[in-house]
């Protein structure tokens, strides 16, 4: 099962806009990173939050976390074209031992331009 | 500096054969894992390794072997194919374990088992 779901499953908006995606996970985490997808190319890292952090930036990237909710949001401000990929949040669970990320589904950001 | 490299990018497998599927980094990084991911879906863990001689399961394992025999490289190994193993694969590292460090990804290999 998906430790992490990311909500909505795809996003469709007009360059310009600001996009929002939702995680939630299940379990305690250490950490949680966010990644970006191009179609037909591997995963980027973008931004890592830490589980004692509630917010951090990254250029025109914003992430909160809130662990009492178990979720995550990654706001992506002034969206251009080039934003368009899916988008992934990844934790590693201090509950099952095992020393490696778990992805959720992902959301499909469309930036129109 | 190539980091993760994958090979080969494509292939195509009948049912029952064997391959393996490539995976090296120059990074020098100690953590080395594999995942697939299906169309429309995440990535799932197939097995991944925390250092040289140590590897262990991840959420999908069976049908697939690994071995860490050195730093740079991990292989994957399928040893009779199914079409249930149709996906794209993708190795990645990271410098220390997943508890803290950000993974480096391959650019994927795209199999089919027909």
């Known amino acids: 099962s998906q430790q992490g779901e990311e909500d909505p499953q795809a996003l469709s908006i007009q360059e310009g806009e600001n996009a929002t995606m939702n995680c939630s996970y299940k379990?305690?985490?250490?950490?949680l990173q966010w990644y970006r997808q191009n179609s037909g190319r591997g995963l980027v890292h973008l931004i890592l939050i830490r589980s004692n952090e509630r917010e951090k930036h990254s250029g025109r990237l914003r992430v909160t976390l809130d662990t009492s909710k178990k979720s995550s949001s990654l706001l992506i401000t002034a969206s251009r074209a080039a934003d368009t990929a899916s988008y992934f949040c990844a934790t590693v669970s201090m509950d099952t031992g095992r020393r490696a990320l778990t992805f959720g589904s992902g959301t499909r950001l469309q930036v129109q331009p | 500096n190539a980091g993760v490299t994958q090979t080969p990018k494509f292939q195509v497998l009948k049912t029952g054969q064997s391959m393996t599927l490539q995976c090296a980094q120059d990074?020098?990084?100690?953590?080395m894992s594999w995942y697939r991911q299906d169309p429309g879906m995440g990535l799932r863990l197939i097995h991944y390794s925390v250092g040289a001689g140590i590897t262990d399961q991840g959420e999908v394992p069976n049908g697939y072997n690994v071995s860490r025999s050195t730093t740079e490289d991990f292989p994957l190994r399928l040893l009779s194919a199914a079409p249930s193993q149709t996906s794209v694969y993708f190795c990645?590292?990271?410098?220390?374990?997943?508890?803290?460090?950000?993974?480096?990804f391959g650019s994927g290999t795209q199999l089919s088992v027909l």
């Open positions: 379990t305690s985490i250490n950490n």
């Open positions: 990074m020098n990084h100690e953590y």
């Open positions: 990645a590292s990271s410098y220390g374990t997943a508890y803290n460090e950000k993974l480096f």
